[in-house]
């Protein structure tokens, strides 16, 4: 018996080992391709949000992770830092809407140095299907309607649904969702505009060893269990 | 030797199709059913791990004392998965994202274990390999017309998103077959996708019954020799 328990051991081990190899060479084989990819699709939604010809620095290297769980909704959150010659010019600040219908809603929002919104866009959420996923670009435009905005106060009532006499439209069957999106908005621009010199001179430090790297916080939000679980 | 690879199509096609039929992998089935580009990115996915798998089963059977298949069976498939999930990430980033859960969960799909198990492991490499193309081709196809009756009740579209599992070309494909001012909820939501099953379900076996009654009809003498060398 413990011959056999020996042998089928090995095997074992022989197929375990083989396996891993196979996962490790694949793993070496694509890192640089993965990592580019994740790059490239955080810089085309900064991009949408400030434009090429607003900045020469590169925007995805000029990242410093910010802790500020109140106003952005997540223990650190990355701030990317946009400069014309040195001279930076707006932020786009990575924040987390809590309250929304069902989970978390994960965006970034873009702000100038005048403390105008120069857009929002939703990097990830779990609204329904049909009713509160309006706020992404593709499905309606209402996350156009940020677009110029500006907070007037750290409770500026304006920032609100029309249902609780806002300026911003809710939807059909879905008040939820946008009222826990334009209140995490409000939050981050608040904290932008009252921040902005520090978070402009705060050290990129998005990509060291020791912090979880910005892309990673980005892209790996969550494990995105959309309908059904396992 | 041919009739062999008839019979292999047919069953993983139809008679013993591994959605319809076996019943199998249904999580994926029915959770990323909601539109023809995800159902295909999946499908395809899935297919990819279930002829890798079933080739390595077959070509180690002789090698895997029988004790240990299973476990050696699971990490076989597990390493195929992840092969499958870093390709996916570093080939079709937006469908990988989009998919997210479900590429790892290929791993837990019964009808992959299920294959290795009641075949590979008895069989040559290439038949294994067939069959596992077989019945992963009868996978994806159940998963695309449930993806398609799913996002055209839903939303009114057909492969909305395309270009994230075929590049920015495929964005051309989209097509806009109805214009809802309100999307049929129920169609994009779980429970669409349990009803959307069912009546596939129910068309084959209809198709089935169709089948049955013409032979059943046909003159008498023909179908006693049919039966005579098909009976069983």
């Not at chain 1, 608040?190 to 020791?210: R, V």
């Not at chain 2, 992959?112 to 069989?123: D, V």
């Not at chain 2, 695309?144 to 599992?165: N, S």
Request: with cysteine; hydrophobic share 45%; glycine share 8%.
């Amino acid at each position: 018996m413990l011959k056999n328990m020996q042998k089928n051991g090995l095997i074992l081990g022989a197929f375990a080992i083989a396996a891993t190899s196979l996962v490790v060479a694949t793993q070496y084989l694509t890192a640089d391709r993965i990592a580019e990819q994740q790059r490239g699709e955080l810089l085309r939604t900064l991009n949408t949000l400030i434009p090429a010809a607003q900045h020469d620095n590169d925007l995805y290297a000029d990242c410093t992770l910010i802790a500020a769980p109140d106003a952005l909704g997540a223990p650190l959150q990355p701030v990317y830092r946009s400069r014309l010659a040195g001279e930076g010019n707006a932020l786009a600040i990575q924040a987390t809407a809590t309250d929304g219908y069902s989970g978390n809603i994960h965006f970034l929002v873009a702000i100038n140095d005048n403390g105008l919104v120069q857009g929002v866009r939703v990097l990830q959420h779990k609204e329904t299907p049909g009713l509160g996923d309006k706020i992404e670009l593709k499905k309606s435009d209402w996350i156009l309607s940020f677009d110029g905005e500006r907070v007037r106060s750290e409770n500026d009532s304006r920032w609100a649904v029309r249902r609780d006499n806002g300026m911003f439209d809710q939807f059909t069957g879905a008040t939820i969702t946008p009222r826990a999106l334009v209140n995490a908005v409000r939050k981050a621009v608040w904290y932008g505009q009252e921040n902005s010199a520090e978070l402009f001179a705060a050290a990129s430090n998005c990509y060291t060893e020791s912090t979880q790297t910005a892309a990673a916080a980005m892209n790996e939000l969550e494990p995105n269990i959309t309908e059904l679980g396992e | 030797m041919n009739s062999e690879y008839r019979t292999l199509s047919k069953d993983g096609l139809w008679e013993n199709n591994p959605a319809l039929v076996q019943l199998l992998g249904l999580c994926p089935l029915l959770a990323v059913s909601g539109t023809v580009t995800n159902a295909l990115g999946l499908g395809i996915a899935t297919l990819l791990v279930l002829v890798g798998s079933n080739i390595t089963v077959s070509l180690v059977r002789n090698f895997v004392p029988n004790e240990i298949r299973i476990p050696v069976f699971v990490i076989v498939i597990a390493t195929f998965v992840t092969l499958v999930e870093l390709t996916m990430n570093a080939f079709t980033y937006g469908l990988y994202m989009a998919l997210g859960i479900f590429i790892p969960l290929i791993v837990t799909n019964c009808a992959i274990i299920g294959r290795a198990e009641a075949y590979a492991s008895k069989n040559n490499w290439y038949k294994a390999g067939f069959d596992g193309l077989m019945m992963g081709l009868g996978f994806a196809a159940v998963l695309v017309a449930l993806g398609a009756i799913r996002e055209l009740i839903g939303q009114g579209t057909l492969f909305d998103g395309a270009e994230l599992l075929l590049g920015e070309w495929a964005s051309s494909l989209r097509i806009q077959l109805i214009e809802f001012d309100y999307p049929l909820l129920l169609a994009i939501l779980p429970p669409g996708a349990f009803i959307g099953l069912g009546f596939l379900i129910a068309g084959k076996n209809w198709l089935d019954e169709k089948k049955r009654e013409k032979l059943a009809k046909a003159p008498v003498e023909k179908a006693q020799r049919a039966r005579v060398t098909h009976v069983s």
